[in-house]
């Protein structure tokens, strides 16, 4: 039975690797701790080989930052709208974030409850 990318874990990484989880850690999160080229090369191979996708609801809570980004506009009717939001969404996107988009119709309780639902979870509310 394989795993599939979701339940590829750094510790299965390290073990491609032959290096230690702390080692794949450090080379994944682009931390400035010094690895060897060889190691980082064996790591980002293993990585790519396995499929290896990192878990960002355990990036988040180790590192306290969520990339997504709430977008919250009126309506999606208006294409006036849509525009904004391929822009922003490129930007976005460009800059690692994740942006997230939500429709109030035209509800100030929905776009409310919107901002302080996205506020709880720590994203950037646009």
Same mark, same amino acid.
């Given at each position: 039975?394989?795993?599939?990318?979701?339940?590829?874990?750094?510790?299965?990484?390290?073990?491609?690797?032959?290096?230690?989880?702390?080692?794949?850690?450090?080379? *994944?999160?682009?931390?400035?701790?010094?690895?060897?080229?060889?190691?980082?090369?064996?790591?980002?191979?293993?990585?790519?080989?396995?499929?290896?996708?990192?878990?960002?609801?355990?990036?988040? *809570?180790?590192?306290?930052? @969520?990339?997504?980004?709430?977008?919250?506009?009126?309506?999606?009717? @208006?294409?006036?709208?849509?525009?904004?939001?391929?822009?922003?969404?490129?930007?976005?996107?460009?800059?690692?974030? *994740?942006?997230?988009?939500?429709?109030?119709?035209?509800?100030?309780?929905?776009?409310?409850?919107?901002? @302080?639902? *996205?506020?709880?979870?720590?994203?950037?509310?646009?």
């Amino acid at each position: 039975m394989t795993k599939d990318s979701h339940n590829i874990t750094i510790s299965d990484v390290a073990k491609a690797a032959n290096t230690s989880i702390s080692t794949v850690s450090r080379v *994944l999160s682009g931390s400035s701790y010094p690895v060897s080229a060889d190691k980082r090369s064996r790591v980002l191979q293993a990585a790519a080989a396995l499929g290896y996708e990192p878990n960002m609801l355990g990036r988040m *809570l180790k590192t306290d930052v @969520n990339p997504s980004i709430g977008i919250i506009i009126p309506s999606f009717q @208006n294409p006036f709208y849509t525009q904004l939001i391929i822009g922003i969404e490129k930007e976005a996107i460009a800059n690692n974030y *994740l942006p997230l988009v939500f429709s109030s119709q035209r509800s100030p309780e929905i776009e409310r409850n919107l901002i @302080n639902n *996205l506020m709880k979870t720590g994203s950037g509310v646009l």
